[in-house]
């Protein structure tokens, strides 16, 4: 039995079928870990600053956000294939999702300030119904909406 946390390529070529090809494939970027770094710079700052006891405990929660970061970033996955969309996310609760093209209504882009400043973007791919899926901090979102695009609209010819 799996993990949940084996490598990505094992975990994409299980899932492939035969002569389905991968596009394109989200980056996730290293901002993921930026909230546990500005904790640090404040931690560091209250403990030299403040109150020792205060800035220790901001440190060492700095600490546990890195660790959650890095497990989010070894789980987040986005591939897209030559005939769907493959999602993986979430860390108690791991979805995996795979949706085909005619179920998927949108793949949108939010970029929100510090997304702007570091470059990278929220992919959110819209399906039919209510289904709506969001992988943070994808670093080539803006290759993933066009691949997505290019798609379905080659598709549509």
């Known amino acids: 039995m799996s993990s949940g946390l084996e490598?990505?390529?094992?975990?994409?070529k299980e899932r492939l079928v035969e002569g389905e090809k991968v596009v394109a494939r989200a980056?996730?970027?290293?901002?993921i870990f930026w909230q546990a770094g500005a904790?640090?710079?404040?931690?560091?700052?209250?403990?030299?600053?403040?109150?020792?006891q205060l800035g220790i405990l901001l440190i060492v929660v700095a600490g546990l956000m890195?660790?959650?970061?890095?497990?989010?970033?070894?789980?987040?996955?986005?591939?897209?294939?030559?005939?769907?969309?493959?999602?993986?996310?979430?860390?108690?609760?791991?979805?995996v999702v795979d949706i085909r093209f005619d179920k998927i209504e949108s793949v949108e882009l939010e970029r929100m300030p510090p997304g702007m400043a570091f470059g990278y973007s929220n992919v959110v791919v819209m399906g039919t119904g209510n289904r709506y899926i969001v992988i943070p901090y994808?670093?080539?979102g803006p290759q993933i909406?066009?691949?997505?695009?290019?798609?379905v609209l080659n598709d549509e010819d």
């Open 145 to 151: 909406r066009k691949a997505y695009n290019e798609m």
């Open 7 to 12: 490598n990505h390529e094992d975990f994409i």
């Open 66 to 95: 890195a660790m959650y970061a890095q497990a989010r970033r070894m789980v987040y996955m986005l591939v897209l294939t030559d005939k769907r969309v493959l999602v993986r996310y979430g860390l108690l609760q791991m979805d």
């Open 138 to 140: 994808v670093a080539n």
């Open 39 to 52: 904790v640090l710079v404040v931690g560091i700052l209250f403990g030299l600053m403040v109150a020792k």
């Open 27 to 31: 980056v996730i970027h290293p901002a």
